[in-house]
């Protein structure tokens, strides 16, 4: 895929895990090869990127969440992303 869109459903692509990880404080991606640390907001969208959720579906669940609006463009750009970085996969 080459551009997400808000009708989009990502997942979370095989080979990798996405996990809490206590020392680090902080969401990471797991892969055989090493390990992504998330920030926060990377951590956020990729909780929900579960191969059922739309963008939309995440957006609206990140704004509501966060008594925030205006954040499509945001996630937009992060699962483009993750995707060229081959973390997702899409539905």
């Given at each position: 895929m080459?551009?997400?869109?808000t009708g989009s459903v990502p997942r979370i692509a095989h080979g990798f895990r996405l996990q809490w990880e206590a020392a680090q404080d902080?969401?990471?991606l797991l892969?055989?090869?090493g390990m992504v640390k998330l920030n926060q907001s990377g951590g956020e969208i990729l909780q929900r990127c579960d191969g059922k959720r739309s963008v939309?579906?995440?957006?609206?669940?990140?704004?509501?969440a966060f008594t925030a609006t205006g954040l499509e463009r945001e996630v937009l750009g992060f699962v483009a992303?993750?995707?060229q970085q081959r973390w997702l996969e899409w539905s």
């Open positions: 080459n551009q997400p869109s902080c969401h990471v892969y055989p090869e939309s579906d995440i957006v609206a669940e990140l704004e509501q992303v993750a995707g």
